[in-house]
Nanobody
Framework: QVQLVESGGGLVQAGDSLRLSCAPSGRTFSSVATGWFRQAPGKDREFLAAINSLGTSTNYADAVKGRFTISRDYAKNTVYLQMNSLKPEDTAVYYC??????????????????WGQGTQVTVSS
């Protein structure tokens, strides 16, 4: 429903941190459940983290538990993905997407067709 734009990626060294931002563009924003995903070259799009519309519930993929944190700032209409202890295997294009059903975010990556351009995260050794 709302066009979302990702930003904050870059080139960092292993062990560094990045904070990605997901913000609406061009339309009025109403809070919905939001997820972060990534896709590395030659691999399927991977679910990373989800947060419900109120920010009271979160869910993480095993690969990023303990390192990544999803949060939202209502004043800025922005959802964030704080990424700590980055590893070379985290290198990918990162995407965000909204969904009216929080429970559906973990599996929407395979079928959702309105992805933006994402933001590139590259982690060097």
């Amino acid at each position: 429903q709302v066009q979302l734009v990702e930003s904050g990626g870059g080139l960092v060294q292993a062990g560094d941190s990045l904070r990605l931002s997901c913000a609406p563009s061009g339309r009025t924003f109403s809070s919905v459940a939001t997820g972060w995903f990534r896709q590395a070259p030659g691999k399927d799009r991977e679910f990373l983290a989800a947060i419900n519309s109120l920010g009271t519930s979160t869910n993480y993929a095993d690969a990023v538990k303990g390192r990544f944190t999803i949060s939202r700032d209502y004043a800025k209409n922005t959802v964030y993905l704080q990424m700590n202890s980055l590893k070379p295997e985290d290198t990918a294009v990162y995407y965000c997407a909204g969904h009216p059903l929080y429970s559906a975010i973990t599996t929407m990556g395979a079928t959702f067709g309105s992805w933006g351009q994402g933001t590139q995260v590259t982690v060097s050794s």
